[in-house]
């Protein structure tokens, strides 16, 4: 019976939030795309399971050979990352400097401007607008501007 093998099987990933169009929309991100981590016992039935079941291309390792184990420090670098990131909101930003944007909310609203600078950490973008005809920079909210059509 394969489910007494096998013990864990384990995609590592984070949630992220994407605005497109002044909305927000929750993904999941994985750490390490197209991987996933099995704690199992090996042996020839188990291996020839898992590297038959569909979507499967093989273990990592070299061909033929057993798979390469992770290490215990590298196992707990996995699991402590997922944990640090349980819980944080991380929106990911569409923007980049030069982009044209236009603003969707607060005081300056239908402002139309150019990403001067993106800053991730605040999720903040320093925007160029005209303002009786002078570029002025003013800094907002990824969620108070959206990309210009």
Do not use: W
Not at 21 to 38: A, Q, S, T, W
Not at 63 to 83: A, Q, S, T
Not at 101 to 118: A, L, R, T, Y
């Amino acid at each position: 019976n394969i489910s007494n093998e096998i013990e864990e099987v384990f995609v590592p990933y984070e949630k992220v939030i994407e605005i497109r169009n002044n909305k927000k929309r929750i993904k999941e991100k994985m750490f390490f795309p197209g991987y996933v981590l099995i704690k199992m016992n090996l042996d020839l039935n188990t291996k020839y399971i898992v590297e038959n079941t569909p979507g499967v291309l093989s273990f990592v390792g070299p061909r033929g050979e057993n798979p390469i184990p992770l290490r215990e420090d590298e196992i707990k670098r996995i699991f402590g990352e997922v944990e640090r990131k349980e819980g944080i909101e991380i929106i990911e930003t569409p923007y980049k400097k030069g982009d044209a944007i236009k603003v969707v909310s607060g005081p300056f609203i239908d402002f139309k401007g150019f990403v001067e600078n993106v800053n991730e950490d605040k999720q903040k973008v320093k925007v160029t607008v005209s303002i009786f005809g002078r570029p002025t920079p003013i800094e907002l909210d990824f969620i108070q501007v959206e990309l210009e059509k």
